[in-house]
């Protein structure tokens, strides 16, 4: 019999979000910030997973993780869009030189 | 300890070594390519969790989707002759303060709750209830996450291409 609890999974989870959360507020260049809400999204999506399968055991947790897949990626995308926009207008992608607000 | 024990802490360690690497380089390309191993460890805890289409989801849209497209913009953005000091960072006795403190109380929450668990059943497919849900309770988000994947596509067409048009200018 497998000792792997739901405790496990929720300490895994709680250090990836803590880990997420301190690339998203070291870190300077775009993609890395996007790197760690990433990590966060995942960990959320851990955290649903594990409820799900040591709690009732209903399929909700995974139609709700397919949701926080799919909304994820959308935001890949329109972040990625915007860090490349920036670096057309800005030169650069560090996002604490981006500080004018136009021109 | 079983064989599925030592599997699991395994892909544990795995997982959280390659994200910390991914927080803790200084070389963005390094971090996106160690972020691969984290995608895959959350897709095999996805696995040990009995959630296999969630798994294959998983590295279908993140490693195949997400990390391919975080490539291209940090190949296209960065100086690649400077990416040895491309990932810079600042900040970093309070990004460290809140994360730990993050982390100690997630981390005493996790552990120290008593969870109101059951016994977990016998692994079996979840790709047919899944559909079910999807198409029947769920069915209003599902149609809703269609309307906002339109939207996204369009919009970062709109996002890139308005960048491009003012600096030609």
């Given at each position: 019999?497998?000792?792997?609890?739901?405790?496990?999974?929720?300490?895994?989870?709680?250090?990836?979000?803590?880990?997420?959360?301190v690339c998203v507020l070291t870190r300077r260049h775009a993609v890395a910030i996007l790197i760690g809400i990433e990590l966060i999204l995942n960990s959320a999506s851990l955290n649903m997973i594990a409820f799900s399968r040591f709690?009732?055991?209903?399929?909700?947790?995974?139609?709700?993780?397919?949701?926080?897949?799919?909304?994820?990626?959308?935001?890949?995308?329109?972040?990625?869009?915007?860090?490349?926009?920036?670096?057309?207008?800005?030169?650069?992608?560090?996002?604490?030189?981006?500080?004018?607000?136009?021109? | 300890?079983?064989?599925?024990?030592?599997?699991?802490?395994?892909?544990?360690?795995?997982?959280?070594?390659?994200?910390?690497?991914?927080?803790?380089?200084?070389?963005?390309?390094?971090?996106?390519?160690?972020?691969?191993?984290?995608?895959?460890?959350?897709?095999?805890?996805y696995g040990f969790l009995s959630a296999d289409f969630i798994a294959v989801i998983q590295i279908l849209v993140y490693v195949g989707g997400i990390l391919v497209l975080m490539l291209f913009a940090v190949m296209l953005t960065s100086?690649?002759?400077?990416?040895?000091?491309?990932?810079?960072?600042?900040?970093?006795?309070?990004?460290?303060?809140?994360?730990?403190?993050?982390?100690?109380?997630?981390?005493?929450?996790?552990?120290?709750?008593?969870?109101?668990?059951?016994?977990?059943?016998?692994?079996?497919?979840?790709?047919?209830?899944?559909?079910?849900?999807?198409?029947?309770?769920?069915?209003?988000?599902?149609?809703?996450?269609?309307?906002?994947?339109?939207?996204?596509?369009?919009?970062?067409?709109?996002?890139?291409?308005?960048?491009?048009?003012?600096?030609?200018?």
């Amino acid at each position: 019999m497998s000792t792997i609890g739901l405790q496990h999974y929720l300490f895994i989870s709680a250090l990836l979000f803590s880990l997420g959360i301190v690339c998203v507020l070291t870190r300077r260049h775009a993609v890395a910030i996007l790197i760690g809400i990433e990590l966060i999204l995942n960990s959320a999506s851990l955290n649903m997973i594990a409820f799900s399968r040591f709690g009732q055991g209903n399929i909700q947790g995974s139609v709700f993780v397919l949701f926080i897949i799919v909304l994820a990626a959308a935001e890949a995308v329109v972040a990625l869009a915007m860090i490349l926009a920036l670096q057309k207008r800005m030169k650069t992608i560090e996002v604490d030189k981006t500080n004018s607000l136009k021109g | 300890m079983t064989l599925v024990d030592l599997i699991f802490y395994l892909v544990a360690v795995i997982t959280v070594a390659s994200a910390a690497y991914a927080v803790f380089t200084r070389n963005i390309v390094r971090a996106v390519f160690s972020l691969l191993g984290t995608f895959l460890g959350v897709a095999a805890l996805y696995g040990f969790l009995s959630a296999d289409f969630i798994a294959v989801i998983q590295i279908l849209v993140y490693v195949g989707g997400i990390l391919v497209l975080m490539l291209f913009a940090v190949m296209l953005t960065s100086n690649i002759e400077t990416t040895s000091s491309s990932n810079r960072s600042g900040g970093w006795f309070l990004g460290l303060l809140a994360g730990t403190s993050i982390l100690i109380i997630l981390g005493t929450l996790a552990l120290k709750t008593p969870w109101k668990q059951t016994e977990p059943s016998a692994y079996s497919p979840t790709t047919a209830s899944l559909g079910h849900e999807l198409l029947g309770g769920a069915l209003l988000p599902f149609e809703l996450l269609s309307i906002v994947l339109l939207g996204v596509v369009i919009g970062g067409v709109v996002i890139a291409r308005f960048g491009r048009k003012e600096s030609d200018t």
